[in-house]
């Protein structure tokens, strides 16, 4: 089952949040940049999953039991007094634009961080 996380466009600078845990596909070559030409059907579009080579390289695999309550959380700094973050899965091994997903959890504000300012993030749990 892929998993994708989707929350507001972050611009790409090191500080920026990055999803830590559950470990996302293709980590190692992840940016935390915003979505490219998310139209679909967009020439260098790179929805869904930010689309590049490696995206869906496995480097830690998450093992998650049924009914087991797992965790989410970001690493970086610049949270931007949060906005709202939602948990989407797919069942194809590889997504397109043409992937169904089905939400798994969503965060109304206070995602990735309910402090209200720039300082981190918070966890969550799904």
Known sequence: ???????SPLSH???HMIMNTPT???????????LKN???GSEGSDFPCKQRTGVYDITTM???AVGTPQTLSFKGSASHS???CQLSASLD??????????????????????????????SFNF
Do not use: H, R
């Open 1 to 7: 089952m892929a998993l994708l996380f989707l929350a």
């Open 13 to 15: 600078v090191d500080a």
């Open 24 to 34: 996302p596909y293709g980590v190692s070559t992840l940016d935390n940049s915003p």
């Open 38 to 40: 998310v139209a679909i």
């Open 62 to 64: 998450n093992n998650m």
């Open 82 to 84: 949060g906005g709202s």
């Open 93 to 122: 091994k590889e997504p397109t634009a043409k992937s169904t997903f089905k939400v798994i959890q969503s965060y109304v504000g206070g995602c990735p961080t309910t402090t209200g300012d720039n300082g981190g993030s918070n």
